[in-house]
Nanobody, 124 residues
Framework: QVQLVESGGGLVQAGGSLRLSCAASGRTFSRYSMGWFRQAPGKEREFVAAISGSGGSTYYADSVKGRFTISRDNAKNTVYLQMNSLKPEDTAVYYC?????????????????WGQGTQVTVSS
């Protein structure tokens, strides 16, 4: 069982930056691929970014490429999402997820555990 706790959300102006963190319980964190998803009001949850267990491979949605960076610190059991050049359309609840699959990390069913989410609001 893995428990995930996100933090770092908040209110920021367009063009600003935020860094989300997701702390995981357990001693096998490096075995898990980690992903970030988001859900805006009235929309389905969508993929944002993912990272392999070693951190050697990263994946991004086209909408965030060049602006967001996913990273992880396996010694701290934490995955991060650095968000720069934020836009109002980035406003959503952001969720982190953990799974032991190595492929198809852009889809929800690849993940077994989910955090409770953290709100990110970008004002124009």
């Amino acid at each position: 069982q893995v428990q995930l706790v996100e933090s770092g959300g908040g209110l920021v102006q367009a063009g600003g930056s935020l860094r989300l963190s997701c702390a995981a319980s357990g001693r096998t964190f490096s075995r898990y691929s980690m992903g970030w998803f988001r859900q805006a009001p009235g929309k389905e949850r969508e993929f944002v970014a993912a990272i392999s267990g070693s951190g050697g491979s990263t994946y991004y949605a086209d909408s965030v490429k060049g602006r967001f960076t996913i990273s992880r610190d396996n010694a701290k059991n934490t995955v991060y999402l650095q968000m720069n050049s934020l836009k109002p359309e980035d406003t959503a609840v952001y969720y982190c997820a953990a799974g032991q699959r190595q492929r198809f990390l852009h889809i929800e069913v690849s993940y077994d555990y989910w955090g409770q989410g953290t709100q990110v609001t970008v004002s124009s």
